[in-house]
């Protein structure tokens, strides 16, 4: 079954009328511009925030207004398209890009709307018309270049960079056949040898079914792959130190279920029956609980005396496709050289068990036609066959369903079929094909998997997956997630046997991670051009890149896998910004597209004026008195948390929540600042500066008075390096839980890591230089582990904390081993702190 050999003078001068009419238009014009402005930029705001529901809402609102310009148009269509295919609306996406196609060639940065556009028909079923729109995009690129983002700011194409994977042998393997797994419901349908249950043999072992294991999270790893393609045993009680089997080193057509021939199936004897509902864990009563994988036949109704083989599942379930030989109603048929070929039937999921067996109408009893894998929206069959016209040994077709019924199979081309054998495809949900073939190039020997999207444009790009998924035996089967983030496949790499094995991806499928960041104004939401954009890696050795934003307000930059990164906005007449992105843990290789705001401020006058420090240049001149205010007053003073005192060159920016007005000053020696507030307003209050952690607060609005009223807004700010000591930590003697009058400060510094969701910190505990020095560092690291713990349980990620103890090594004063000291003089000694490691 593996293998179907073994599948633009002056004019006349106006009347007054004509003016005035004239007037008029520009009038509305410029009315019905600001009228759609707003709306539109709300609606760009959005988009790029990923808000791609909303944001399609807005552009379907704003499209209604037929007085839209037409490049306003443009863009408001193919945004919204963009939407909708983020969205996963194929029919929506297919009709805006459409629409938008009408409206003349796609150039500039509407180039991809072809491609989007053919997307969309392949995803819709409409596979002539997207490769039209495939070969359309083909000639466009090369008659415009490269795609729109790489003539941006800052775009960086992808790096090469390998794949790796952790793929692992499961404990469902025995030593008959089991491969080509499916996906159905949380659980894994898998071909295998009868007598692969472990319920012993069977006289029908020759002969393959279908089996299921109904929770895919129950299968146990027994072992990994390593290096070298040999299998690291954990306790498999089947592998030897050396990595290799105690089965016998059968090789391929030699095993229990493999003839000679392509197709035969000689006749087997009896099938033991089973309860349907048991295997699928549809029924409650008989349902298996198990804490193990325990694989059991699959249905009844499917398995027959004949080989069953790979099947593919409807998205909800309820439809199964699947390979059987020339088998139905009881009757088997051969060809007329007395082969029993292969078919495909489907069945429909009834009550429980599976109902109204019924073969696809391509199928023959002269050819086989099998390994069947059927797309998301159920309207595409890609599948296996042999039949004439073909371009090798096995090629892979497509069919689809339309008007209830089945087109005729088209083979998929040279690009993807070659003179060898093409087998068990398989479709994710973004549209990527799976396969196996032993005659594409790049092989490592026998059957390999490679890979292709049906949505890339132009002729199929086949990529090579990497070891240790392909390796120099017969590799086939994959199934997997859109994201290649795990999946199963079939391999006879260890022994002969056709086993089934687990892979995790651990690294990203690119090199780097594509960004797209669109910088706008925070009022209006217009786009800003020319800010400066500085980018900064985590890490020595890394230069900054600065960078400068297009005419719409956009750059593009790839960015280092796994890292962390800060992002500077700075233009001139806008509080500069700052915007953090990590790519660590990202590996679903999706572009990101992120927006961020600046705000306009009102310059302020540095003379003694609202807004200015008012000491900031004299250290010796004291605040106003409360009385002589003439207006509401907010003042404070910055200091630091760790020596609490004053900080100069701290930008202070006060935000008026009513109107959107911004003012900003810079701290004195003296840390002071000073703002006059319109009473009735809420305001947000931001202090920054390098190497220390931004502290944003919000203003409660001040209710209207007889008499103005003085707000004091005293800041703290925290920097690297700043050691804090945790007041109220304390311990029983000798333990280190942590006790209800310590729980209320560790919450406070809860507050305060989700306040500066950078900070990382080190709690360090310390003890007195009371008993044995062995036990207070042993005291000591418990109860700095406690804290962490604590911290933890409250939703604080571990990535940002790191516990320490000190024990006695650490002493604030003279109370050493053989000093004699008061209890209040060993208490000081006795104290948590709080060591800020980092913070943005």
Known sequence: MKTFTHLSGYPPRPSLKLKLASLLFWLGCTLSYAQQEVPRQQADHLFYSQDYLNAANSYAELLKDRSLAADARKDALYNLAYAYKELGEFAKAESSFRELLEMGEPTGKYQNAYLYYAQALGRNGKLQDAQDMYARYENVKATLGTEPTSNRPGAVGNSDTKVTY?????????????????????????????????????????????????????????????????????????????????????????????????????????????????????????????????????????????????????????????????????????????????????????????ANVRELPFNSDEYSSGHPALSRDGKSLYFVSDRPGGRGGTDIYVARFDGGTWSQPLNLGPQINTKGDEMFPFLDENGILYFASNGQPGSLGGLDIYHTSLSGGGEPRISHLEAPINSKADDFGLITDGRRSTGYFSSNRLNGDDDIFRFFRES?????????????????????????????????????QIIMTDAEGMIDICLEAENDFMFELAKDGYVTGSLGFSTVGLTDDRATRLGSSLIKFDVIDRDRTPGRVTSGTDENSDW????????????????????????????????????????????????????????????????????????????????????????????????????????????DSGKWDVRADAAKELDRLVATMRKYPSLKIEIGSHTDSQGEAKFNQYLSERRAKAALNYLASKGISRDRLSAKGYGESQLLNQCEDGVLCTEEEHERNRRTELKVLSIK
């Not at 349907?276 to 109704?301: C, M, Q, V, W």
């Not at 701290?650 to 109107?659: F, G, H, S, Y």
Request: with cysteine.
């Open 166 to 354: 952790r793929v692992e042998r499961l404990g469902i393997d025995t030593e008959n056949a089991e491969f080509s797994p499916a996906y159905f419901r949380e659980g894994l349908v898998y071909v295998a040898g009868k007598g692969s249950s472990g319920s012993g043999t069977s006289p029908d072992k020759g002969y393959l079914d279908l089996f299921y294991v109904p929770n895919r999270t129950d299968l146990t790893s027994v072992g990994v792959i390593g290096a070298d393609g040999k299998l690291i045993p954990v306790n498999d009680g089947r592998a030897n130190a050396n990595g290799s089997n105690t089965f016998a080193n059968r090789r391929l057509g030699r095993d229990s279920y493999t003839r000679a021939t392509a197709n035969d199936s000689p006749t087997a004897a009896s099938y033991a029956p089973m309860s349907f509902s048991s295997g699928l864990g549809l029924s409650k009563n008989e349902r298996k609980a198990a804490t193990t994988a325990a694989p059991e036949e699959f249905s009844k109704d499917i398995n027959t005396k004949y080989h069953e083989g790979p099947l593919t599942f409807s998205a909800d379930g309820s439809l199964v496709i699947f390979t059987r030989n020339n088998y139905n109603e009881g009757k088997s048929k051969k060809s007329s050289d007395n082969v029993t070929k292969l078919k495909l039937y489907t069945a429909e999921l009834r009550d429980g068990g599976w």
């Open 508 to 544: 990203s499928l690119n090199g780097c991670r594509n960004l797209s960041l669109k910088v706008f104004d925070e009022a209006t939401y217009a786009p800003l051009d020319n800010v400066t954009v500085t980018v900064r890696a985590r890490g020595e050795g890394r230069d900054e």
């Open 624 to 731: 106003e008195t409360d009385d002589a205010i003439s207006t509401s007053t907010l003042r404070g003073t910055v200091t630091g948390e760790g020596d609490k005192r004053p900080i100069e060159g701290v930008k202070i920016v006060l935000k008026n929540e009513c109107d959107g007005k911004v003012k900003q000053t810079v701290t004195g020696p003296n840390g002071r600042f000073r703002f006059e507030l319109t009473e009735g307003c809420d305001y947000t209050l931001v202090a920054t500066k390098t190497s220390y952690g931004t502290n944003t607060n919000a203003i409660r609005k001040i209710p209207a008075a007889s008499k103005p009223k003085l707000v004091s807004a005293n800041i703290v700010m925290i920097k690297a390096g700043d050691l804090v000591t945790l007041e109220n930590i304390h311990y």
